[in-house]
């Protein structure tokens, strides 16, 4: 039943000359959609996803508030043109409060509905969390062969990153170079920026060694101090705006083997993804941070230095998952972590593999920091431990 004094005041007071607060709008439209559907149902959904934006992502009232947000969208009529649009950015808050309260079954379903809606991408991004890759890449190709004719290296990566976790390597080397290809092209026509040529190209060595084959790997690295050397000669041809994430990513990549594998009841973060944007399982990733650094203080102890390298490496990754697209002190920040990567793994001559791993991450670093003669130095070392194996 309609309260028709309910209706006029809130006509009033989005009539009135004063700012209306966004709770008042929220409260004004919650009434009129109830009697002009078309016309207050959409202003409802907008109000509601802002208050939850501006709510400092306090997850239970996120919960409430995008809860309604999604009823509201689903109540608009199916003709009206931004229904879909708005239905999607209500289910895609409202998946993200789920799984900050630990919800997973409703939150994957919320991505379920946004990709019946024609939007997978965060539907892949949640199966990735929970290890299906196989089914998160099948989401990836669709995305990929069905938008824009440019290549994309973010859709490229998460899609190859996928199809690696599935075990899939041939597939997924196909993939990536695919991208790699159009990223040379690019980087010929100073369209892209030659660091990350050198970091997709050291990413794919890394993929054909971890999938044995030794050959393509040693090509891939080749070629990639190459391109090093020329940067160490000239820098690069033109200065390039913040790239930062691009080598975050395919360092947090490259670091995925080491960490538990990824399940419904431990999700991991997706990999091959940007990690810079807000998630539950983002959160616990970096939460694992203080436990990592005590177990590096106990193998300092006990001198077990195998171990150290590999833990001081995850401790390195997530601070570079955390602050890594921060250009501001930049080297300074992270200097440190990649110099006593490279100094505990010479303290391992009998473990080559490992000090080219470290030199290999600082040389990354270094041409991310846009050192690019620290860089080619490094790299060249890494090159010969691995060619001399």
């Not at 608009?76 to 708005?86: K, L, N, Q, S």
């Not at 999938?211 to 033109?238: F, K, S």
């Not at 391992?348 to 600082?362: E, G, M, S």
Request: hydrophobic content about 45%.
């Amino acid at each position: 039943m309609i309260n028709h004094d309910a209706v006029l005041r809130a006509r009033v007071l989005l009539l009135g000359s004063g700012m209306l607060g966004l709770r008042e709008q929220v409260d004004a439209y919650r009434v009129l959609a109830e009697v002009s559907p078309k016309a207050y149902l959409p202003k409802l959904v907008d109000a509601l996803l802002l208050t939850s934006y501006r709510s400092r992502r306090v997850p239970e009232v996120d919960l409430a508030l995008t809860t309604e947000a999604v009823e509201a969208a689903r109540r608009i009529e199916a003709g009206v043109p931004t229904r879909a649009e708005r239905l999607c950015r209500a289910l895609d808050a409202h998946q993200r409060a789920l799984f900050a309260l630990g919800r997973r079954a409703e939150g994957r379903a919320a991505c379920e509905e946004m990709a019946a809606a024609g939007q997978n991408g965060r539907l892949a991004t949640a199966l990735a969390e929970e290890g299906r890759f196989r089914e998160a890449a099948e989401l990836n190709e669709e995305a990929a062969r069905s938008g824009a004719p440019e290549v994309c290296f973010w859709t490229m990566v998460e899609w190859s990153a996928n199809l690696e976790g599935a075990g899939l390597h041939d597939a997924a080397s196909a993939v990536f170079r695919e991208l790699l290809d159009d990223t040379r092209r690019k980087a010929a026509e100073q369209r892209t920026a030659l660091a990350i040529l050198t970091w997709e190209l050291v990413h794919l060595s890394r993929m054909r060694e971890t999938a044995g084959h030794g050959a393509d790997a040693a090509a891939a690295r080749q070629e990639a101090l190459t391109v090093l050397e020329e940067l160490a000669t000239r820098g690069e041809p033109q200065n390039w705006s913040c790239i930062l994430g691009w080598w975050v990513t395919l360092f947090a990549l490259s670091g995925r083997g080491a960490e538990p594998a990824a399940s419904s009841g431990a999700p991991m973060p997706p990999f091959g993804t940007d990690l810079d944007r807000v998630s539950a399982t983002r959160d616990a990733f970096l939460g694992t941070l203080p436990a990592l650094e005590a177990e590096a203080a106990a193998l300092r102890e006990t001198g077990r230095l195998p171990q150290l390298v590999d833990v001081q490496r995850r401790i390195t990754l997530r601070e570079a998952v955390r602050k890594g697209t921060r250009p501001h002190r930049f080297a300074d920040r992270f200097t440190p972590y990649f110099d006593e990567g490279v100094a505990l793994a010479r303290r391992l001559p009998d473990d080559p593999a490992r000090l080219a791993r470290a030199l290999t991450d600082r040389s990354m670093f270094f041409a991310a920091a846009r050192n690019f003669e620290p860089a080619y130095a490094d790299f060249a070392e890494a090159v010969a431990l691995l060619d001399a194996r």
